[in-house]
Nanobody
Framework: QVQLVESGGGSVQAGGSLRLSCAASGRTFSVYSMAWFRQAPGKDREFVAAISWRDDNTYYADSAKGRFTISRDNAKNTVYLQMNSLKPEDTAVYLC?????????????????????WGQGTQVTVSS
């Protein structure tokens, strides 16, 4: 069992930055691939970024490339999402997810169904 707790959300103006954190319980954090998804009101949950348990390779949605950076610290059981150059369309609840031994050879790792554990989410609001 893994419990995930997100933090770091808030309200910023367009062009600003936020750093989200997701703290995981348990001693096997290093064998979980970790991802960030987001969900805006009335919209489907959307993949944002992921980092592999195997080699720390990272994967991004097109909307996040060049602006967001995902990283992890296995010693702290924490995954981060640094978000720069934020836009109003980035406004959403951001959720952290964990997938046991999840690989990213195909596109399955970008689907929410690939992840077993989810946090409650943290709100990000970007004003123009």
């Amino acid at each position: 069992q893994v419990q995930l707790v997100e933090s770091g959300g808030g309200s910023v103006q367009a062009g600003g930055s936020l750093r989200l954190s997701c703290a995981a319980s348990g001693r096997t954090f290093s064998v979980y691939s970790m991802a960030w998804f987001r969900q805006a009101p009335g919209k489907d949950r959307e993949f944002v970024a992921a980092i592999s348990w195997r080699d720390d390779n990272t994967y991004y949605a097109d909307s996040a490339k060049g602006r967001f950076t995902i990283s992890r610290d296995n010693a702290k059981n924490t995954v981060y999402l640094q978000m720069n150059s934020l836009k109003p369309e980035d406004t959403a609840v951001y959720l952290c997810a964990a997938g046991l031994y999840l690989e990213y050879g195909g596109r399955s790792g970008r689907r929410s169904s690939a992840y077993q554990y989810w946090g409650q989410g943290t709100q990000v609001t970007v004003s123009s």
